[in-house]
């Protein structure tokens, strides 16, 4: 890999996700088991409420969640996904969505989903998600 560690090239990897990168969400954050995605939301990004539209909460939450899953360079990809909406969000507001491994197993893992308001502090939904790990890697072990 030459001069290139493999947790950057994993980093570079995540980061031609071509749907986050259409809504302008920042992978800020991967290390084994961890990540962390923001996302400014726009207007066009809200319900008929004019509140923070269910599938943009859902999108920034499912990015955390593929990042933390496939930080190990393994592929992995989604079993299960369980959402709770807690409170609204509308244009303007920082989202950040933070995904923490609870449990890696040899193919399953379980990860928990924060996803708030960087300027209030707010709980803005929270998720449990699934991933199942085939027996590939996306970058190799070394």
């Given at each position: 890999?030459?001069?290139k560690t493999?947790?950057?090239?994993?980093f570079?990897?995540?980061?031609?996700?071509?749907?986050?990168?259409?809504l302008?969400?920042?992978?800020?954050?991967?290390?084994?088991?961890?990540?962390?995605?923001?996302?400014?939301?726009?207007?066009?990004?809200?319900?008929?409420?004019?509140?923070?539209?269910?599938?943009?909460?859902f999108?920034?939450?499912?990015?955390?969640?593929?990042?933390?899953?496939?930080?190990?360079?393994?592929?992995?990809?989604?079993?299960?996904?369980?959402?709770?909406?807690?409170?609204?969000?509308?244009?303007?507001?920082?989202?950040?969505?933070?995904?923490?491994?609870?449990?890696?197993?040899?193919?399953?893992?379980?990860?928990?989903?924060?996803?708030?308001?960087?300027?209030?502090?707010?709980?803005?939904?929270?998720?449990?998600?699934?991933?199942?790990?085939?027996n590939?890697?996306?970058?190799?072990?070394?």
């Amino acid at each position: 890999m030459g001069e290139k560690t493999r947790e950057q090239a994993i980093f570079d990897h995540i980061q031609k996700d071509a749907f986050a990168n259409y809504l302008g969400a920042k992978v800020e954050i991967i290390k084994p088991g961890h990540s962390r995605v923001s996302l400014i939301i726009k207007d066009y990004m809200t319900n008929f409420h004019g509140s923070t539209h269910g599938g943009i909460i859902f999108a920034i939450s499912d990015m955390a969640f593929a990042a933390a899953c496939n930080s190990h360079g393994k592929i992995a990809v989604a079993l299960n996904v369980s959402i709770c909406f807690l409170k609204p969000s509308y244009p303007g507001d920082h989202l950040i969505a933070e995904a923490e491994e609870e449990h890696s197993g040899r193919r399953t893992s379980l990860y928990n989903i924060k996803i708030y308001n960087k300027d209030s502090g707010e709980l803005i939904a929270k998720s449990q998600d699934q991933a199942y790990r085939k027996n590939e890697y996306f970058i190799p072990k070394e």
